[in-house]
């Protein structure tokens, strides 16, 4: 069973920084895609920043050049750094990963349970 685990969240004043990890665990044959979503309340999810397993960057342009999406492929774990926080960037923020959990199945979408981000002084 794969099961995706988040930590890092909280509340950060604005201009402040957080880092959010979130870890794969479980029986897994592959990891393709890794990235971080957010849902603020009344607003759809939304994609934040996503990573390749070759490292290929991409990012929503509202936090392009705030915020970094990083991986460790030994450790199955997914980093995103956040820099310079506004109050707009509060939210839940889900981790997802794309995986093979056993050979010869198909890739599949595995989803964090989310960690709530606050951005208030």
């Known amino acids: 069973q794969v099961q995706l685990e988040e930590s890092g969240g909280g509340l950060v004043q604005p201009g402040g920084s957080l880092r959010l990890s979130c870890a794969a665990s479980?029986?897994?044959?592959?990891?393709?895609?890794m990235g971080w979503y957010r849902q603020a309340p009344g607003n759809q999810r939304e994609m934040v920043a996503t990573?390749?397993?070759?490292?290929?960057?991409n990012y929503a342009g509202d936090v392009e050049g705030r915020f970094s999406v990083s991986r460790d492929n030994r450790k199955n774990t997914v980093y995103l750094q956040m820099d310079s926080m506004k109050p707009e960037d509060a939210a839940v923020y889900y981790c997802?990963?794309?995986?093979?959990?056993?050979?010869?199945?198909?890739?599949?979408?595995?989803w964090g349970q989310g960690t709530q981000v606050t951005v208030s002084s």
């Open positions: 997802k990963a794309r995986i093979v959990p056993s050979f010869g199945s198909s890739w599949s979408n595995y």
């Open positions: 990573i390749t397993s070759g490292g290929t960057t």
């Open positions: 479980g029986t897994m044959y592959s990891i393709g895609d």
